[in-house]
């Protein structure tokens, strides 16, 4: 078995009362995440930031965590469309979505407006590409979002900030 998941086994059977689980900056495999999401398919907090040597394979594992509230890919740039719509069909009750520094497109956007009613933080800084139109349908679909990170997307413009406030 590998070294990572003894590990983090060990942790998450040390507290299993807790059902968060960090791994950032941990140099973690697809291999690595399929093997813990199906030991642990109930976790509520992930966070698999800046994990570079995992792919878009191993990302979809996450869609078998449907109980998912807490989820951070940020830096991740390999990140697609797809992955992203089949993690938040699966995921309906995610409430924290950190997309940071990933290439995210108003398709994904709006998949996340129509699954994710309950979002509560959302982060696509760094999305060049998203518009106007995806962050009315996140602003009018989730009615709970109480911060959404839009910095450096700039194709937004100031008319839907000033919509927004």
């Not at 995992?54 to 807490?70: K, M, P, S, Y």
């Not at 993690?87 to 398709?107: A, G, K, W």
């Amino acid at each position: 078995m590998n070294s990572q998941i003894r590990i983090i086994k060990k942790i998450i059977e040390s507290f299993p009362n807790i059902i968060i689980w960090i791994l950032n900056d941990i140099k973690l495999t697809d291999f690595t995440i399929y093997t813990l999401v199906g030991s642990y398919p109930d976790l509520r907090k992930l966070n698999l930031s800046n994990c570079d040597k995992v792919t878009d394979i191993g990302i979809r594992q996450i869609a078998r965590c449907h109980n998912l509230e807490h989820l951070a890919l940020n830096s991740l740039k390999f990140l697609n469309d797809e992955t992203i719509y089949i993690i938040v069909q699966s995921c309906p009750n995610i409430r924290y979505l950190n997309l940071e520094f990933c290439y995210v497109i108003d398709t994904a956007v709006e998949a996340i407006a129509q699954s994710c009613r309950n979002m509560e933080y959302f982060n696509l800084y760094r999305s060049e590409s998203i518009t106007d139109s995806s962050i009315f349908k996140i602003v009018k679909k989730c009615s709970y979002i109480q911060e959404l990170e839009l910095g450096f997307c700039g194709s937004i413009t100031d008319t839907t900030i000033k919509d927004i406030a």
